[in-house]
């Protein structure tokens, strides 16, 4: 196979994996779990996955960010291996990352920025510890407070910070 089949075939795969991981409610289900199984994908434990939705930028629907990444590497790693240009199929992995992203994030509206602004400001960062640097850094991909600043990779979606 030359490389565009094999870009066409790692296309078809990442579109198979993502649309799975739509179908879920949000933090996965048996059939998400049942395909991490299949490709030798460790998932997350329980408590580790309702962390991610509970702390995570936020999520209505959908498998877990990191999840789906660790996936989606799984299922076009090997066919990179056979590509003379991978970067090419591993970015397209990476965009169906950041637009999965969009799709799984709760729609913002006036109303539910204002709740959130009111809801948050009894346990925002800096009114517990008073600090100036209290403010998170966020995630470039799936905009999740950064609160480990020695860590290069976000906890939520793996991304490289």
Known sequence: MDD???????????ASVVHLALSCPAGGDARWDALLDKLGVEKL???????????????????LLLELRW?????????????????VLRTAAEQAV???VSAVKPKVTTSSIF???FAGIATSPG??????E???????CCGAPRQDRSSNSCRYCGETL
Do not use: F, W
Not at 4 to 14: F, N, R, S, V
Not at 51 to 63: C, I, M, T, V
Not at 134 to 140: K, L, Q
């Open 134 to 140: 209290a403010a998170a850094d966020r995630c470039g």
């Open 115 to 117: 709740a959130n602004a």
């Open 4 to 14: 565009a089949q094999i870009l066409e075939q790692g296309k078809q795969a990442i």
């Open 45 to 63: 434990a329980a408590d580790e996955r309702a962390r991610h939705l509970r702390e995570g930028p936020g999520q209505s629907r959908g498998a």
């Open 71 to 87: 996936t989606l590497a799984r299922v076009v790693e090997p066919l990179c291996e056979h590509m003379d240009d991978p970067h």
């Open 127 to 132: 009114r517990i510890s008073g600090s100036a």
């Open 98 to 100: 950041r637009d999965y």
